[in-house]
């Protein structure tokens, strides 16, 4: 059996939406944009900063600010920067977040970005909360100590810093998948490192040489388990977190990026296939059927149409499908029921729906289907 990769799609307008190839994922949820357009999403929300220092310049004046601010006109982002109220309440948390790390520079130009700031300005997708204050390297602003606009981390032998436009400086990007890694849930860090490798941010050489060299000890060995586990090929952040989730259910591994081929040619490429289960798994995010990104000018009841006919010829080709989506990824619980259902079942324990009690099964092997190209 071989595997092919996903190839681009063309830039020229199908006569018919063909499901057969689905489209990448959907900038902004959660961030997936490439490294250019999250560096031009920053530099676009530091442009809304209103800095104290720089009031007299702008034809105000710090007390003008503070009267705005009272009355609600502004936002203040930390001591010495503001914001739009209208822009703040449209802002994203990750766009909030990228306000303060923006401001965190803007104030003290000698800080260095890292963790979660660093990956709002590198665009790295995360899928855990965001901090209401800034992170950065510990000895890049005096004193070395953490306050409460300000989290400071320590780090020890070199440290690559990149400049990142109005992001100001920042910590590599593959130093910043590690620092997630380190800190973030297993499947958010997971899905930070798949998409570097996509996006070809990072390598996995790189990233295991960053954290050989990494002094923190807390969280390494959450830290190596996604590196072992990091892949390029992922297509999403749902599918990645999907990855997560059933390696925490202890559920076989499936293979990724398959193409599924009938007598007619290419029946789709899915996100997931277990050969033999003769099962096809598949991450259903609402954006494929609701953005524009996603939709690329067709009816969502025609993309709905073609998706049916897609798991039909799936269907036909021998294979079954089973699909979930962000609620089931909320409640492992929910998606291990599901996954068990279609004959997924791990290592873990595993509620049952009857009693609630908590039994360990794994599935037995289905007949081998052909049809994978």
Known sequence: MTHSRPTRPSDARPTRYDATRRPPPAPGH??????ADALERVERLARELVLTRDAGTTGGAPRTLVRAHAAGELVRVRRGAYVGTTVWEAATAEERHALRACAATALFPGVVLSHQSAAVAWGVPRTDGWDEVAHVCAGAASGGRSTSQLVQHTFGGELEVVARGSAGRCVGAERTVVDLALTDSFASALASADWALRVGLAGHDGLARVLSG???????????????????????VGESVSRARMLELGLPRPQLQVEVRDADGLAGRVDFAWEDLALVGEFDGRAKYLREEYLGGWDPGEVVWAEKRREDRLRGAGWRVVRWGWDDLADRTRLARLLAAAGLRGARAVPTEASGRREVRRG???RRRGGVA
Do not use: F, K, M
Not at 214 to 236: K, Q
């Open 30 to 35: 959660p961030s997936v944009d490439a490294p």
């Open 214 to 236: 990494h002094a923190a000890v807390l969280g390494r060995a959450r830290a190596e388990r996604v590196l072992a586990h990091a892949d390029g090929r992922s297509g999403s």
């Open 364 to 366: 037995p092997a289905g």
